[in-house]
């Protein structure tokens, strides 16, 4: 394909049928996904998607760029190699709650605090879709599924906060369906390391509605969308977050007339690590659920510091691979038969 060939959406789809079932929100999302590819100036033959096991890991099908789908869990260790082994490539980790938080979970965690410079893409439906609806790690305590005829009584986990504890650089969260989704993956491509984007998705079948006090049309004022150096606000600006400075927690102030700073509603600064932990773990009801970019703090990338490594140790070296396979102890084995 010709360098200067200015790509469309259309370029990134392929002709395999998409299987996923009717209204699920994984369509949303490939199709948010496939808009973004041109604007970001991603090309099919630079670009890489990893995913593991789940629904959402069909994703590397329907993209009509290289892909790898991989085993369970499993698919931020290939998305490493992959990197280590063409740091130009831009890779993009596709995984679910299940995927990616259970049997996924330690790898999840390397990949992030070792800031690996890729994009992690988690759709969190609360649920196991592929496998008829058992609880997952992030379904809430009193969740009916197969696997729990009477009620989890698991705490959940919270992908957010797991990823600000893993010491991911750049954490964000988005709606399957919602217009903002696409600026919020490029932003994470813009970051230069790991970037780690929870994408509430909707499973019609198994979880259905389960997101809707927040991402149905007449709950859109519980929805909490940043922005770098902006006010808090929410509710149509009715409402605000500000800071109990006495007890080190958020609360929620009203807003009257639009005068957030008397309120003492708060700015929003990615790179307060403190805050955005606030905000990954607020409980809803209460408070909004935080969308858009929560936290962002750019540090040197695990490839790049590989890279520089190889480069320093090769300097004034000559690649000899049969003095490296002879250096040290070395020995003839005789090949004339024994007797016994």
């Not at 200067?4 to 369509?27: I, N, S």
């Not at 993009?92 to 999840?108: E, K």
């Not at 592929?130 to 986990?157: E, H, I, M, N, W």
């Not at 600064?269 to 970019?293: C, D, K, Q, Y």
Request: glycine share 10%; net charge negative; proline share 6%.
């Amino acid at each position: 394909m010709n360098e200067m060939t200015k790509l469309t959406a259309k370029d990134f789809a392929t002709d395999q049928e998409v299987r996923w079932c009717p209204g699920c929100g994984d369509y949303a999302v490939l199709k948010a996904v496939q808009r973004t590819m041109p604007e970001i100036g991603a090309r099919p033959e630079s670009t890489v998607f990893v995913s593991g096991i789940g629904c959402s890991s069909r994703f590397p099908y329907y993209m009509e760029t290289y892909g790898f789908h991989t085993i369970h869990g499993r698919a931020p260790t290939f998305a490493t190699g992959i990197k280590l082994a063409n740091p130009g490539l831009d890779v993009w980790i596709i995984t679910g709650d299940g995927d990616a938080l259970s049997i996924g979970g330690n790898h999840t965690m390397h990949l992030l605090r070792r800031n690996l410079d890729c994009q992690v893409l988690l759709f969190n439906n609360e649920i196991y879709g592929l496998t008829k609806g058992q609880y997952s790690p992030t379904s809430r305590v009193g969740t009916r599924s197969p696997s729990t005829p009477f009620g989890s009584v698991d705490r959940p986990a919270s992908p957010c906060a797991f990823a600000l504890g893993s010491g991911a650089r750049f954490v964000a969260r988005g709606i399957d369906v919602h217009k903002n989704l696409p600026e919020v993956l490029k932003a994470a491509h813009r970051h230069k390391g790991a970037s780690f984007v929870e994408i509430y998705q909707n499973c019609i079948v198994y979880n259905d509605d389960v997101f809707a006090p927040f991402t149905a049309k007449e709950n859109a004022g519980n929805q909490l969308w940043l922005g770098a150096d902006q006010p808090m606000l929410f509710a149509n600006g009715a409402k605000g977050l500000a800071l109990d400075a006495e007890a080190l927690t958020l609360k929620v102030v009203e807003v009257e007339g639009g005068d957030w700073e008397a309120a003492g509603v708060i700015v929003h600064n990615p790179r307060n690590r403190s805050i955005a932990h606030m905000l990954v773990e607020m409980p809803f009801g209460i408070f909004p659920t935080a969308l858009g970019v929560i936290y962002e703090d750019p540090a040197p990338t695990f490839e790049s510091a590989v890279v520089e490594q190889n480069r320093t140790a090769s300097l004034g070296k000559n690649a000899d691979l049969q003095a490296l396979v002879s250096k040290g102890q070395t020995w003839m084995v005789n090949s004339e038969p024994h007797s016994i």
